[in-house]
């Protein structure tokens, strides 16, 4: 395993539209309806070191499958800058918190990074569709358990029990795991057979 100036490049680049991604998306609440007074993140202290490294932690143990330094480092990147939602709790508007804690922020940002980076890079569609599992997973166990799922279809803030942190990183590395050895595998067999 090395880390080239090329994958540097790349991990930077994902991390900076998937930032973007988290802060925009969390603008749409704005305008649906149970939206309600945002805490400004500042002074709510959202991102204390520990919760940086905690969610960094989580991302890594999850990509480690991959066995690339790219993907584990971005899995551990995606996980922490996910939380940039909370960002439009400085612009004093109503809305709906953690909305990049959603089912449907999964899929947009998987579709947009894709098309973004490289169609057919699964182990990427894998590393950001899992980085809120992985990201929610390191929530529950730490301090927080609701999170708006389902918005913006449903607006209700689910939540879950402590132990189901666990659930919740074990279906992140088997998403990861078998992506990635289906990725590996479709490589190994094109390699193995010549080219003319
Ligand atoms: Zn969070």
């Not at 551990?76 to 400085?90: E, K, M, N, T, Y």
């Not at 940002?109 to 990427?124: E, G, I, Q, S, W």
């Amino acid at each position: 395993m090395k880390l080239e100036k090329k994958d540097v490049l790349f991990v930077i680049g994902v991390s900076a539209v998937y930032c973007s991604l988290a802060a925009g998306f969390s603008l749409v609440s704005t305008i649906l309806p149970d939206k309600m007074v945002l805490t400004n993140p500042i002074e709510y202290g959202s991102l204390s070191l520990k919760e940086i490294t905690g969610h960094f932690a989580w991302g890594v143990v999850a990509a480690i499958v991959t066995l690339r330094v790219r993907y584990i480092l971005l899995g551990g990147f995606l996980a922490v800058l996910i939380d940039s939602d909370h960002l439009i709790g400085l612009l004093h508007v109503e809305g709906i918190p953690r909305m990049g804690h959603s089912i449907t922020f999964a899929i947009v940002a998987v579709v947009v990074l894709m098309l973004v980076f490289h169609k057919n890079d699964y182990r990427l569609g894998a590393i950001v569709g899992t980085s809120i599992l992985t990201h929610v997973s390191y929530d529950i166990f730490s301090t927080e358990y609701g999170f708006p799922i389902f918005t913006p279809f449903v607006n209700k803030i689910i939540q879950f029990p402590r132990e189901d942190w666990v659930l919740f990183e074990i279906v992140a590395i088997a998403i990861i795991g078998i992506v990635s050895f289906v990725v590996t595998r479709k490589e190994s067999i094109e390699k193995s057979v010549p080219t003319q």
